[in-house]
């Protein structure tokens, strides 16, 4: 493999600390791990997935480095955010394919098929924001004959999950409506997400404790909190965890289960971007400039400084 980069002109090195010792720029996938910490310095740039409304601690401790911090995922073009979308595109479908599954009774679900078939009931799925995530989330439900049932405060968004077809409902999130349409669902998805800000409670305690035993919860907002009150990060290695006898799935940075597909997505959206941030001179390009949440030991993105 090393061998392979080598071909095409990358510079390797031996070990972890000789690639921050080296670099002017850290481009990663996730959030610094402490092994990233140890070496990173004030005059790094760091390029990545940060979400550090929900990691007070990491915040903290990039403004005691004081480095320049761009997050992907608070990039943004025209209102539009490019660099998490491929994450959450993947995202999105996955939760349908991952809650499908933990409905299997061997999994401790209730044991149905979610498109049903003549003679048993369609499974109910409910989707809460359809946004980018959710709405890939609702494309795969759809497809599959669920009863799908989207909330979203943008009516441009609820008019294009209603167009998937006659399975799918598209309704704005009054508290009443959404814990109707909860303590009928038999999967849950979690797909709010405010730019930058820890992801607010829609779904409380009790609506989920109102669904049926065996019905399954998917939180994909985990990475900034989670919109859902009773999810709590977990990772592939235990994914999966029951509250008052519904299953939660709630694994952050989902797309890291098909790190194939993820790969190719991300390298795509973050090229151009990385490209620009290496040339110099970015600062002044508001894509980029709106995607800084720490520089010179203060926080300043707005959501943050919330």
Wanted: with cysteine; net charge negative.
């Amino acid at each position: 493999m090393d061998a392979q980069y080598r071909e095409v002109g990358v510079e390797t090195v031996p070990d972890h600390e000789s690639v921050f010792k080296a670099a002017e720029m850290v481009v990663k996938v996730k959030e610094p791990i402490a092994d990233d910490l140890k070496y990173l310095r004030r005059d790094h740039l760091l390029f990545c997935y940060l979400h550090l409304a929900a990691e007070p601690a990491l915040t903290k401790k990039l403004q005691e480095i004081g480095l320049t911090a761009v997050a992907f995922e608070t990039v943004e073009v025209n209102g539009l955010l490019p660099l998490l979308a491929p994450m959450s595109d993947i995202a999105g479908r996955l939760s349908v394919q991952v809650a499908t599954h933990l409905l299997h009774q061997p999994q401790g679900g209730k044991g149905i098929l979610l498109g049903g078939i003549p003679a048993a009931k369609r499974g109910k799925v409910v989707i809460i924001g359809a946004g980018v995530a959710g709405f890939n989330a609702a494309v795969v439900a759809a497809g599959m004959g669920a009863e799908v049932t989207v909330f979203d405060i943008n009516r441009d968004r609820l008019v294009a999950a209603r167009a998937l077809g006659p399975n799918v409902t598209g309704l704005y999130p009054h508290p009443s409506d959404i814990a109707d349409a909860v303590r009928q669902a038999d999967i849950l998805i979690g797909a709010v997400l405010v730019t930058g800000e820890k992801a607010p409670h829609v779904v409380t305690a009790d609506m989920v404790r109102s669904m049926e035993q065996g019905s399954v919860v998917v939180d994909i907002s985990v990475d900034q909190g989670g919109c859902i009150e009773t999810t709590r990060p977990t990772t592939y290695a235990d994914p999966t965890y029951t509250w008052e006898g519904i299953v939660h799935f709630t694994v952050t940075h989902m797309p890291g289960a098909v790190p194939r597909t993820a790969s190719q997505a991300l390298s795509a959206a973050i090229a151009p971007y990385a490209s620009r941030l290496a040339a110099g001179g970015w600062e002044n390009f508001a894509p980029l400039k709106a995607g800084i949440n720490v520089q010179g030991g203060k926080v300043v993105h707005p959501a943050l400084l919330k």
